[in-house]
């Protein structure tokens, strides 16, 4: 079974710090990974996704995938309290975009 | 941006009632949206892929029966739980891909909190 992994935290960052969330993924044949934010009591909202080896970077928000690890992280830079929330990593299931398979989230908390 | 709406947001039944929740794509045609249930402190798991026009198509360990999916129009998704109970109290969340060029353009509705009492 297709499996995405995150560790759940609590991942405490100071304001300002560099928030390093990561996912590993076992299906080898996973092309694309979304990172989505999800606020208490809201539904996900589209971070980023990332489909080529290396770094995607958007604002503060870097993406990074290595395929040949199985793992695509989630840089947040300059870390802000409105950035605490949990952070979801998803992939596809099977060629179907809209058919995600997310991991169990990492939640991050920014202290000022 | 597209938009996905959800309604009700939040809505409480009395075990073995029938609470139907619905799913419309505001500015984009969908022919296929997605239904997710998300349980406190846990991650979205997929429930169905709703197809305009034709028969949903269930994940393993959801039973179509229980939970009704109907995707009569390009813009309208319904999930009808039906003969609530407690164990269905979640979040339900629907999502939509807009058939546009971009890759990733998956929109995810609101959500509606369902208590079983």
């Known amino acids: 079974q297709k499996e995405v992994e995150q560790n759940s935290g609590p991942l405490s960052v100071p304001e300002g710090a560099i928030a390093s969330l990561n996912c590993t993924y076992s299906?080898?044949?996973?092309?694309?990974f979304f990172w989505y934010r999800q606020y208490s009591g809201k539904s996900p909202e589209l971070i980023m996704f990332i489909y080529s080896n290396g770094d995607k970077e958007d604002g503060r928000f870097t993406a990074q995938l290595n395929k040949a690890s199985q793992y695509v992280s989630l840089l947040i830079r300059d870390s802000q309290p409105s950035d605490s929330a949990t952070y979801l990593c998803a992939a596809p299931q099977g060629d179907s975009w809209g058919k995600l398979q997310f991991g169990a989230g990492t939640q991050v908390v920014v202290t000022p | 941006g597209a938009v996905v709406s959800q309604h009700p947001s939040w809505v409480i039944c009395k075990s073995g009632t029938s609470v139907k929740i619905e799913c419309r794509s505001l500015?984009?045609?969908?022919?296929?949206m997605f239904w997710y249930r998300q349980f406190p402190k846990q991650s979205l798991m997929l429930m169905a892929t709703s197809n305009e026009g034709s028969k949903a198509t269930y994940e393993q360990g959801v039973e179509k029966d229980k939970f009704l999916i109907n995707h009569a129009s390009l813009t309208l998704s319904t999930l009808t739980v039906t003969s609530a109970h407690p164990e269905d109290s979640s979040f339900y969340i629907c999502?939509?891909?807009?058939?546009?060029?971009?890759?990733?353009?998956?929109?995810f509705g609101e959500g509606s909190r369902l208590t079983v009492l």
């Open positions: 999502s939509a891909k807009d058939p546009g060029p971009l890759m990733g353009e998956l929109f």
């Open positions: 500015d984009f045609q969908a022919t296929t």
């Open positions: 299906d080898r044949g996973s092309q694309s």
